[in-house]
């Protein structure tokens, strides 16, 4: 099966790889750092003022936080979201709210006002947490895109990588595709 695995895969083969979106924010997000646009002790508030009225749940009760979310919590992932799904959960009832809120139905844009109305799972800074922060900091590119963009200038994206001819969505294999089929039938450009 190796040998066969070995021949099938030629230098355009495709691979499924996920959670990419996570280091090609952190890219954009550095790039508008090295631009002086945001500092790692700035309030998130700062950026996203829904944001100014967060609270956390603490044994059932909503209590104030005790210290801003500022951008270094959210690009160290410790900024006290939850996630939804309860792995590393230090608080599951909040992780539970999270699923009830539908975070992930429609646009990616309807995620900021509805993490506006949930309470933290942590308070920032204390706990380190997979999940949102890159949400937030998507919000946070397109708020800062959308401010202040020349006529031809780069978006991040094309900053982070150049600029992308890959189409919009790759073939799917089909279903009576071997195994090593589905692999090496994935082909970038087409």
């Given at each position: 099966?190796?040998?066969?695995?070995?021949?099938?895969i030629?230098?355009?083969?495709?691979?499924?790889?996920?959670?990419?979106?996570?280091?090609?924010?952190?890219?954009?997000?550095?790039?508008?750092?090295?631009?002086?646009?945001?500092?790692l002790?700035?309030?998130?508030?700062?950026?996203?003022?829904?944001?100014?009225?967060?609270k956390?749940?603490?044994?059932?009760?909503?209590?104030?936080?005790?210290?801003?979310?500022?951008?270094?919590?959210?690009?160290?992932?410790?900024?006290?979201?939850?996630?939804?799904?309860?792995?590393?959960?230090?608080?599951?009832?909040?992780?539970?709210?999270?699923?009830?809120?539908?975070?992930?139905?429609?646009?990616?844009?309807?995620?900021?006002?509805?993490l506006?109305?949930l309470?933290?799972?942590?308070?920032?800074?204390t706990?380190?947490?997979?999940?949102?922060q890159?949400?937030?900091?998507?919000?946070?590119?397109r708020?800062?895109?959308?401010?202040?963009?020349?006529?031809?200038?780069?978006?991040?994206?094309?900053a982070?990588?150049?600029?992308?001819?890959?189409?919009?969505s790759?073939?799917?294999?089909?279903?009576d595709?071997?195994?090593?089929?589905?692999?090496?039938?994935?082909?970038?450009?087409?």
């Amino acid at each position: 099966m190796q040998a066969e695995i070995d021949a099938a895969i030629m230098r355009e083969s495709a691979y499924r790889i996920g959670s990419m979106t996570k280091p090609t924010i952190a890219v954009a997000m550095l790039l508008l750092y090295e631009e002086g646009k945001w500092q790692l002790d700035d309030p998130v508030t700062k950026f996203i003022p829904e944001f100014t009225d967060l609270k956390l749940s603490k044994d059932g009760q909503l209590v104030p936080l005790d210290r801003p979310m500022t951008m270094r919590h959210l690009m160290a992932s410790s900024a006290g979201f939850a996630f939804g799904p309860a792995f590393g959960s230090s608080n599951p009832k909040v992780d539970e709210m999270y699923v009830k809120a539908d975070l992930w139905s429609g646009a990616n844009d309807g995620i900021t006002p509805k993490l506006a109305k949930l309470p933290l799972e942590a308070q920032p800074g204390t706990e380190f947490r997979y999940g949102l922060q890159q949400e937030v900091q998507g919000a946070i590119l397109r708020r800062k895109q959308s401010s202040g963009k020349q006529k031809g200038d780069p978006d991040c994206g094309e900053a982070a990588h150049g600029p992308s001819d890959i189409p919009a969505s790759l073939r799917s294999p089909k279903p009576d595709q071997t195994a090593v089929e589905r692999v090496t039938s994935r082909r970038l450009w087409g």
